[in-house]
């Protein structure tokens, strides 16, 4: 079996949605496909904000990770987000995770990012061990995340 990873463009939009899509129903929320063309769309117009990669086994679409990229005051530079990342069932626990996180990571290499950042759930075993072999932890000094959404 051969793994690939390539970097998305604009025309992977359809695909990148449809991936979603399964990603969402996995938890078992619904996915508005036009936000989600908008989106990407928006992202892979504007290198600055980060990037998507696709993940291949054997040519087939396997999964997909969303890496979105910030000025923070706190690292004095560049940190990033792991915003997405998705693995179709039939394909995980065979390095595809590794594989489309090493292309993730060596991106924030180049660009000089200096902190990495992921929202994982406590409970998922598998994508915490991934997650930390990649020297990902959890960051707990006692604050927490507030958020409010803005707009329509």
Known sequence: ???????ASLGDVPLLVDLMEEFYAEGIYPLDR???RASFSALLQ???????WIVYQDSEPAGYVVLTIRFSMEFGGLDAFIDD???????RR???GRAVLAAL???CERRKVLAVHVE???DNVAANALYRSFGLKPYDDGRQM???RLGS
């Open 1 to 7: 079996m051969t793994t690939a990873t390539r970097k």
């Open 34 to 36: 036009e936000w989600a």
């Open 46 to 52: 504007d290198d600055s904000r980060g990037a998507v």
């Open 85 to 91: 990342m998705f693995i179709r069932p039939s394909y």
């Open 94 to 96: 065979k390095g595809l």
């Open 105 to 107: 990571f060596e991106e």
């Open 120 to 122: 994982v759930g406590q």
């Open 146 to 148: 507030l958020t409010v």
